[in-house]
């Protein structure tokens, strides 16, 4: 996969040289571009903000920059591709669709990412319109907070999508195993973890991971991370599809919501999970 990144902090992306996304690039996996958006400015104060129209506070990052930048970094993408392929334009914003598990899986499918990280309030809006009328322009954001710009975005979208790409995840792990994997329990959390030694400052293992019977194991894990999820993440656990939920799991989200009603007075907040119950078990 191609991925090409500009920015006015291109070294903001030396994180893409270590560990897995390092190993990628070595194997030739992932061949990542970083390009600084101030090579395509024409004056000499390398500008590329401006007041925004309406007033309002902070700057607006010039269309002609990015569209100078946008042009050469596809253009060069081709003369290197050969093909007249185009890249994913990916603009992150705190007002763009939630990026999820399945939006990384979907760009893992992609054979060229451009990731247009922005800074001061955001970048021209007429440049996602220019570009959406000619290939996949996407403005997603990663989460319900303020960033002060795109560029951590960009790290944490090219780290979830190239973990999915074959040949990166040693077999230790596969992808299927991972939270939000679509499929028989998608949107379950990860449960509890532990590894030597047994006891740690008086703190023991779970008596079953040292059992080493594999299906008991393997339905406390289930049930630990079904509780975990309902405890964390009541809005995933809502999601959990019933065909994919067995009679033990059935009694673990009943037992969850009885001990949650027991400690949760009428009208409490997770008052409203406490319906769950039924409407799963049927
Ligand atoms: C891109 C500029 C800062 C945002 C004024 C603060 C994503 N989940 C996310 N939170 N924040 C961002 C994000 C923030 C950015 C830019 C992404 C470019 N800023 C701006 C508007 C309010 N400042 C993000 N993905």
């Known amino acids: ?22 190993k990628a690039r070595e194997r030739g996996i992932l061949d990542i571009h970083l390009h600084q958006l101030r090579d395509w400015t024409q004056d000499v104060h390398k500008t590329v903000d401006d007041t925004p129209y309406g007033g309002g506070p902070g700057m607006v990052m010039k269309p002609e920059i990015w569209g100078a930048a946008v042009d050469a970094v596809i253009g060069e993408g ?74 951590a975005a960009v790290l944490v979208m090219v780290e979830a999508v190239g973990r999915l790409l074959p040949g990166v995840l040693g077999n230790a792990r596969s992808v299927a195993d991972d939270s939000f994997a679509p499929g028989a329990m998608a949107n379950l959390l990860e449960g509890p973890v532990y590894t030597k030694p047994p006891v740690w400052r008086g703190h023991e293992v779970p008596e079953v991971l040292l059992s080493g019977h594999h299906g008991r194991i393997a339905r406390w894990r289930r049930d630990e991370a079904l509780r975990r999820t309902l405890e964390r993440r009541p809005e995933l656990a809502a999601r959990f599809d019933p065909e994919s939920l067995d009679k033990h799991d059935r009694r673990v989200v009943e037992e969850f919501g009885e001990r949650r009603s027991a400690a949760a007075p009428e009208g409490a907040p997770g008052a409203a999970f406490r319906e769950a119950p039924e409407d799963v078990a049927d």
């Open 1 to 22: 996969m191609r991925v090409d990144i500009i920015s006015i902090f291109p070294e903001y992306f030396a994180p893409l040289d270590v560990s897995l996304m390092g």
């Open 78 to 151: 081709r003369a290197v591709s050969g093909e007249d392929t185009l890249p994913r334009l990916i603009v992150p914003t705190p007002s763009g669709r939630p990026f999820t598990q399945e939006v990384a899986l979907e760009y893992a499918k992609e054979p060229w990412l451009l990731f247009a990280p922005a800074r001061y309030e955001g970048i021209d809006s007429r440049v996602v319109a220019e570009y959406g009328a000619r290939l996949r322009a996407d403005e997603v954001s990663i989460g319900d907070y303020v960033l002060a710009g795109g560029e």
